[in-house]
């Protein structure tokens, strides 16, 4: 398994979970990483995307300004903190290496995590 997503859980609206993309194998180090979510019925969509340094972010205009994405060089890992969550985050969140294309595009991405599930209760 080359991307290992974690984090995910049931939460009440209003607080907070803290997903994890681990690369154990340091396969993506220096890629652009994505991260996506698929609600049920519901095309996957982009949500945030991290330049390699970490230097570089940009978000969906939906999680803008509560989630945010970061990266561990050192654990080769890439996070998304989210904050406020709503019931509309409900969804499997996925993390992505980048290969080509618009950031924002699943298309871009070959190579893809697991998924973990985040469910947001009103």
């Known amino acids: 398994v080359q991307l290992q997503a974690s984090g995910g859980g049931a939460v009440q609206a209003g607080t907070s979970l803290r997903l994890s993309c681990a690369n154990p194998?340091?396969?993506?180090?220096?890629?652009?990483m994505g991260w996506f979510r698929q609600a049920p019925g519901k095309e996957r969509e982009f949500v945030a995307s991290?330049?390699?340094?970490?230097?570089?972010?940009y978000y969906a205009d939906s999680v803008k300004a509560r989630f945010t994405i970061s990266r561990d060089v050192a654990e080769n890992t890439v996070r998304l903190q989210m904050n406020s969550l709503k019931p509309e985050d409900t969804a499997v969140y996925y993390c992505?290496?980048?290969?080509?294309?618009?950031?924002?595009?699943?298309?871009?991405?070959?190579?893809w995590g697991q998924g973990t599930l985040v469910t947001v209760s009103s």
């Open positions: 992505a290496a980048h290969s080509g294309g618009a950031f924002i595009y699943p298309d871009s991405y070959d190579y």
């Open positions: 991290i330049s390699g340094s970490g230097r570089t972010t």
């Open positions: 194998g340091r396969t993506f180090t220096g890629y652009v």
